[in-house]
């Protein structure tokens, strides 16, 4: 494997895409051809870094030098200074808010500096449409293991004694479904894969299969294996074309490798997956749904019990799991329980990946322990409000009736019911940001009249 003093890393995310990373790749390209280091500096397209609104970005490695809000334009002097000169070029560094003073490595910026990654692990680092990048960091190894050294019951442990949950949003415990699947005894069972995130705003799914899609397949086949799957269907919606197709490049690379499909890895398994595209419909994020329109019918949520557990894709023993769930399993298998334990709280353990948007100074996709204060995220990762303005509340997308204040506590029935008032739109569930409140304290600056809404509460 040829060797490179520099590996340009180079976010190909759907956010930088979007902001001409691709012309800023082909500028590299073309200045790195004119001063002929080719053979001695390497350009990989990564997928998302996080650091969202500040693309297109590009991390310098080995040492970790960072650079955004890159333009085509910007490429000759970098290449002039930083890669044959070794000067790192402070204009395109990120420079602290108050001091304006430049920060050459990425891991000295709050933003990266305070995050603990596990299911982001390998955001920035490999080029997610080349496995052996995800070889190379320990891809497939925990399959491997689960295959090779684990009994199924084995494999099941060691997920409920992580005491991960699922990270879709309904939080039940991963390795408690995986062992009533496993129990039922059936001629086929599936394993599922919920990519249809519906929720405004949010893109932690879509950044994982852009970034780390073998991640995900690996996550699939460690379930698969110990709920006595042989078929899986990862459900994405069409609105991700991306996502879908460094997913199906990576199913392909995993095929063509031995490590999908006949007896993987001379086990005895065998797993083969398939990609299914959603409309989009917000309903079908529900998992029973989610199977109802994966066989074809309108999606629309049944009763429960039966679970699906028992009675799922088809009226078989079918597991779901979140994107993120997945991409968390290999290290859990990897590094044990107590590893994935020593973060998060008792009874939430590990980390959660987040999306900070709304009228904050730094916006993106982080990861952090379960657990953190709300005021760490806000301030330190986040920046604090843009414009300096002052922090009201927030409030939680699964907690419909939770108002949060400044110093993290939930709200009394009188002051919520204030401020829900004062902004009918933070009722509806959805993320109620930032933004919301900005407006109506703006609007309240100038005198204007807000609309009545009804009580929140009963």
Same mark, same amino acid.
């Given at each position: 494997?040829?060797?490179?003093?520099?590996?340009?890393?180079?976010?190909?995310?759907?956010?930088?895409?979007?902001?001409?990373?691709?012309?800023?790749?082909?500028?590299?390209?073309?200045?790195?051809?004119?001063?002929?280091?080719?053979?001695?500096?390497?350009?990989?397209?990564?997928?998302?870094?996080?650091?969202?609104?500040?693309?297109?970005?590009?991390?310098?490695?080995?040492?970790?030098?960072?650079?955004?809000?890159?333009?085509?334009?910007?490429?000759?002097?970098?290449?002039?200074?930083?890669?044959?000169?070794?000067?790192?070029?402070?204009?395109?560094?990120?420079?602290?808010?108050?001091?304006?003073?430049?920060?050459?490595?990425?891991?000295?910026?709050?933003?990266?500096?305070?995050?603990?990654?596990?299911?982001?692990?390998?955001?920035?680092?490999?080029?997610?449409?080349?496995?052996?990048?995800?070889?190379?960091?320990?891809?497939?190894?925990?399959?491997?293991?689960?295959?090779?050294e684990l009994t199924p019951e084995e494999t099941i442990k060691i997920v409920k004694d992580s005491g991960i949950r699922g990270r879709g949003g309904a939080g039940f415990p991963t390795g408690l479904k995986w062992e009533?699947?496993?129990?039922?005894?059936?001629?086929?069972? #599936?394993?599922?894969?919920?990519?249809?995130?519906?929720?405004?705003?949010?893109?932690?799914?879509?950044?994982?299969?852009?970034? %780390?899609?073998?991640?995900?397949?690996?996550?699939?086949?460690?379930?698969?294996?110990?709920?006595?799957?042989?078929?899986?269907?990862?459900?994405?919606?069409?609105?991700?074309?991306?996502?879908?197709?460094?997913?199906?490049?990576?199913? %392909?690379?995993?095929?063509?490798?031995?490590?999908?499909?006949?007896?993987?890895?001379?086990?005895?398994?065998?797993?083969?997956?398939?990609?299914?595209?959603?409309?989009?419909?917000?309903?079908?994020?529900?998992?029973?749904?989610?199977?109802?329109?994966?066989?074809?019918?309108?999606?629309?949520?049944?009763?429960?019990?039966?679970?699906?557990?028992?009675?799922?894709?088809? %009226?078989?023993?079918?597991?779901?799991?979140?994107?993120?769930?997945?991409?968390?399993?290999?290290?859990?298998?990897?590094?044990?329980?107590?590893?994935? /334990?020593?973060?998060?709280?008792e009874k939430s353990t590990g980390t959660k990946v987040f999306v900070l948007t709304g009228a904050m100074n730094n916006i993106g996709l982080i990861e952090v322990p379960m657990g953190i204060p709300l005021k760490t995220i806000m301030y %330190?990762?986040?920046?604090?409000?843009?414009?300096?303005?002052?922090?009201?509340?927030?409030?939680?997308?699964?907690?419909?009736?939770?108002?949060?204040?400044?110093?993290?506590?939930?709200?009394?029935?009188?002051?919520?019911?204030?401020?829900?008032?004062?902004?009918?739109?933070?009722?509806?569930?959805?993320?109620?940001?930032?933004?919301?409140?900005? /407006? #109506?304290?703006?609007?309240?600056?100038?005198?204007?009249?807000?609309?009545?809404?009804?009580?929140?509460?009963?």
């Amino acid at each position: 494997m040829q060797k490179f003093r520099a590996n340009l890393m180079v976010c190909a995310g759907t956010g930088c895409v979007a902001c001409n990373a691709l012309k800023v790749k082909k500028s590299l390209s073309d200045e790195i051809g004119k001063r002929r280091l080719q053979d001695e500096v390497q350009i990989v397209l990564t997928g998302c870094n996080g650091f969202c609104a500040n693309g297109p970005i590009m991390s310098v490695q080995p040492d970790g030098i960072f650079y955004q809000k890159l333009k085509p334009e910007d490429i000759p002097i970098i290449v002039e200074e930083h890669l044959l000169k070794g000067r790192p070029v402070e204009k395109f560094m990120f420079r602290e808010p108050e001091s304006k003073t430049a920060v050459p490595k990425m891991n000295d910026i709050p933003f990266f500096k305070l995050q603990v990654l596990r299911a982001l692990r390998n955001k920035g680092m490999i080029d997610p449409e080349n496995i052996e990048d995800y070889i190379s960091r320990d891809g497939y190894q925990a399959a491997a293991k689960a295959l090779l050294e684990l009994t199924p019951e084995e494999t099941i442990k060691i997920v409920k004694d992580s005491g991960i949950r699922g990270r879709g949003g309904a939080g039940f415990p991963t390795g408690l479904k995986w062992e009533f699947c496993s129990k039922v005894i059936s001629s086929s069972k #599936y394993i599922l894969c919920n990519g249809d995130e519906g929720d405004p705003g949010a893109f932690m799914d879509r950044s994982i299969m852009e970034a %780390d899609p073998h991640v995900v397949l690996e996550g699939m086949i460690i379930a698969g294996k110990a709920i006595g799957a042989t078929k899986g269907y990862i459900y994405v919606r069409a609105e991700y074309p991306l996502a879908v197709k460094r997913l199906q490049l990576a199913i %392909d690379q995993a095929k063509e490798t031995g490590l999908l499909g006949e007896n993987i890895l001379d086990s005895g398994f065998s797993l083969d997956i398939e990609i299914y595209l959603g409309a989009g419909a917000f309903v079908c994020g529900e998992e029973t749904a989610l199977m109802r329109s994966l066989e074809g019918k309108r999606g629309m949520p049944r009763p429960r019990p039966p679970f699906p557990a028992v009675k799922g894709l088809w %009226d078989k023993p079918t597991v779901l799991n979140n994107v993120e769930t997945f991409a968390n399993i290999p290290q859990i298998i990897l590094n044990g329980a107590e590893w994935f /334990r020593q973060l998060g709280t008792e009874k939430s353990t590990g980390t959660k990946v987040f999306v900070l948007t709304g009228a904050m100074n730094n916006i993106g996709l982080i990861e952090v322990p379960m657990g953190i204060p709300l005021k760490t995220i806000m301030y %330190d990762i986040g920046g604090g409000i843009s414009k300096g303005r002052k922090f009201k509340a927030v409030q939680g997308r699964h907690g419909r009736h939770k108002l949060y204040g400044e110093r993290g506590e939930i709200l009394s029935r009188v002051h919520r019911g204030r401020i829900l008032r004062q902004m009918p739109s933070l009722q509806s569930g959805d993320a109620g940001d930032v933004r919301q409140i900005d /407006r #109506y304290n703006r609007g309240k600056r100038k005198g204007k009249r807000h609309r009545a809404s009804p009580r929140p509460f009963a």
